[in-house]
């Protein structure tokens, strides 16, 4: 099923998503973020043919809130969620870190999830209980041999509260921090062990639900703010503190927590 999913993204991406990278006009949605023709249609073509790999319906990021509350409460068994682009603003200005995202969900958490990054060719995938990989090669890709302190965290701070946004660029307890502007690509690079720790204040569903699953079955350590599981936060919407392993875990997420 994995294999036939990336090959799925693969096509979407270069059917619908990259003909018209840097060649597509935008536009803003209600909470102000950008969308494209390239969101549409990715996302159309993904509702139509993943009811054909397995039976449940999906719920897409441009879709009615109304939509994908009443996907989310009436189909627990099993739901497609996908990102048709995470990543626009990316895709709309040249930068190369977007992707499409595909995750199925059974009552409330990810089985299966694939993103792919069209421009770099990367296919990262995961089944939940059976480990992760990218383009065939398992997660993560390197040993990680980086203490508390000395790491590379990736932080948006757009939603962060209270007193962390000026405590986590001053002195917090990384190296330094990266934000790539689309967080399927921080849970993957996460994934893979090209960086130490995660901290957002706020994901969607669509922009978690492949991803926490890639990292945390590449043996990454995932919490939020308010919950030691994971998967037991809210499910249309929640933080995200992660690293990729449980000794960089524990004081991160206690320096997190401690600075709410």
Not at 22 to 33: I, M, W
Not at 164 to 192: E, I, K, M, Q
């Amino acid at each position: 099923m994995l294999n036939r999913l990336c090959d799925l993204a693969r096509e979407v991406a270069a059917r619908e998503v990259m003909p018209r990278f840097l060649n597509v006009a935008s536009g803003r949605k209600q909470d102000g973020s950008l969308f494209t023709e390239a969101d549409l249609s990715s996302q159309a073509a993904l509702v139509k043919a993943l009811p054909e790999l397995a039976p449940h319906p999906v719920l897409g990021e441009e879709m009615t809130t109304h939509e994908q509350l009443d996907l989310l409460n009436h189909h627990r068994d099993g739901l497609w969620v996908v990102d048709p682009i995470d990543g626009t603003t990316n895709f709309v200005h040249g930068l190369p870190f977007f992707a499409i995202s595909i995750a199925l969900m059974r009552e409330g958490k990810s089985v299966l999830g694939v993103v792919y990054m069209p421009v770099t060719d990367e296919c990262f995938s995961a089944a939940a209980g059976h480990g992760a990989w990218l383009n065939g090669k398992p997660l993560p890709l390197t040993s990680p041999d980086i203490v508390s302190g000395d790491g590379i965290a990736l932080v948006d701070t757009k939603y962060l509260t209270g007193r962390l946004p000026a405590r986590v660029v001053t002195v917090a307890p990384f190296s330094s921090h990266r934000n790539f502007g689309a967080s399927t690509v921080d849970w993957c690079y996460l994934a893979a062990g090209k960086v130490d720790m995660m901290l957002h204040g706020s994901q969607k569903l669509w922009d978690y639900a492949a991803g926490a699953l890639i990292a945390e079955e590449a043996g990454c350590s995932l919490a939020t703010f308010h919950h030691d599981n994971y998967w037991e936060d809210v499910q249309m919407q929640r933080s995200v503190i992660a690293a990729r392993t449980p000794e960089l875990f524990a004081p991160w997420l206690h320096w997190v927590r401690s600075n709410l």
